[in-house]
């Protein structure tokens, strides 16, 4: 039987986070079932050479036109359907983050279904009505929580959820290196408190800040550990934060990192800060993988991160709240290592159950099925 060709987007690959789920799943795939291929606007991005490197091809080329002006836009859509249609793809599946519809019209002019995942909590405002017509023009769509689902997608047959998935293997608890602790000027019997994010101002990484200044007095022996690409605007009004405070002695900058695993395997307590504002969360990774490394997480209560704490209510604090978090941090870094490594080990049954890369890549599957429910021999 010929086999299913998914033409995946995504813009580039400069933050590897969706680069890599998007590698995730096209990896995963059942090959005797569907046949990859990936399509993207340039090259540059460390993350692009993984890509190039696995055996998936990968298609460079500018496939979202600028929506204005309309008949410019059209023109363009054409001539990228053209494009698209010389890699024969069954369906098109978009990774791309915003409400672009430009991609969607023009994977339909090339006869392919089309489909995306809803990475955010983005909606109204000014991109409301884009968000409607990319939602129109789509086959299916693949929600990440349960509130996308209630608030946008409320009676849509289109939907399916599947939330992000874990190499459960690659963020395993392990032995902790000894030079992640030089590098980042730890001493051995400090205690880590870790942040794994993309540093943007939704995440809320200066709440995390101020509520562990407010009581690192009473914990001398910890240290908070921020592990993400700082040298943007927001990492630098962050860096400003800590140096006002005082504390560069007492919280670590790693900057970007492509294998967190040897900063989780350090860590005792993981804190996902994001604000419940913007684009919110989709279903964040980061803090999927400090559970896979049976870390105890601590996450704001947005979309998103209630799905994936839905057992641990204890666990979520008011997001913007540092009163809120300070006190359940407290409660959390009383205790001693051997008791937060047996509550770390509760954190990692759900996401065995629930957020396995095979979950999602299962799910992947039923969405294109149902797309394309007969291909020809």
Same mark, same amino acid.
């Given at each position: +039987? ?49 890509? !190039? ?29 053209? &494009? ?36 955010? +909590? ?9 968000? !409607? ?102 990492? !630098? ?42 684009? !919110? ?24 991160? &209630? ?26 870094? +009383? ?5 937060? &490594? ?16 095979? &979950? ?18």
């Amino acid at each position: +039987m010929k086999k299913i060709r998914v033409l995946f987007t995504i813009p580039n690959f400069d933050t590897a986070g969706s680069g890599r789920a998007l590698l995730n799943i096209a990896l995963a795939l059942d090959e005797n079932r569907f046949e990859p291929h990936i399509l993207c606007i340039h090259n540059r991005g460390e993350f692009f050479q993984v890509v !190039k490197s696995s055996r998936i091809p990968v298609h460079v080329f500018e496939y979202i036109p600028k929506e204005r002006p309309i008949i410019k836009m059209l023109l363009n859509c054409y001539m990228v359907s053209r &494009k698209i249609k010389e890699i024969h793809p069954d369906i098109v599946h978009s990774f791309h983050y915003a409400a672009s519809y430009s991609e969607a019209l023009a994977a339909r002019l090339s006869g392919s279904k089309w489909v995306f995942t809803k990475k955010n +909590m983005s909606w109204g405002g000014g991109s409301k009505n884009a968000w !409607k017509v990319r939602s129109f023009l789509a086959n299916k769509i693949a929600v990440q929580n349960t509130d996308m689902q209630i608030l946008f997608y409320p009676n849509s047959k289109k939907t399916l959820l599947i939330p992000r998935g874990v190499v459960l293997d690659k963020f395993k608890a392990s032995e902790a290196l000894p030079q992640i602790r030089e590098q980042m000027k730890t001493r051995v019997n400090e205690r880590v408190l870790i942040c794994v994010a993309n540093f943007v101002p939704v995440k809320g990484v200066e709440t995390l800040i101020n509520a562990f200044v407010s009581i690192a007095n009473q914990f001398p022996g910890w240290v908070l550990w921020l592990v993400g690409d700082d040298k943007n605007a927001y990492g !630098k009004k962050l860096h400003e934060l800590v140096k006002e405070q005082n504390f560069e002695s007492r919280i670590k900058f790693s900057g970007k990192q492509m294998k967190v695993v040897d900063y989780l395997n350090h860590a005792e307590i993981f804190v996902l800060p994001t604000l419940n504002e913007g684009r !919110k969360e989709g279903s964040p990774v980061a803090m999927l993988e400090a559970m896979a490394n049976s870390k105890v997480v601590l996450g704001s209560r947005v979309a998103g991160i &209630k799905d994936q704490l839905k057992e641990f209510p204890d666990h979520l604090f008011t997001p913007k709240d540092e009163s809120d978090l300070a006190k359940k941090l407290s409660r959390l870094m +009383m205790k001693d290592s051997k008791e937060l &490594k047996r509550l770390g080990l509760t954190f990692l049954r759900p996401v065995v159950e629930n957020y396995s890369i095979e &979950k999602e890549v299962k799910r992947h599957e039923q969405l294109y099925l149902s797309c394309v429910k007969r291909i020809m021999n």
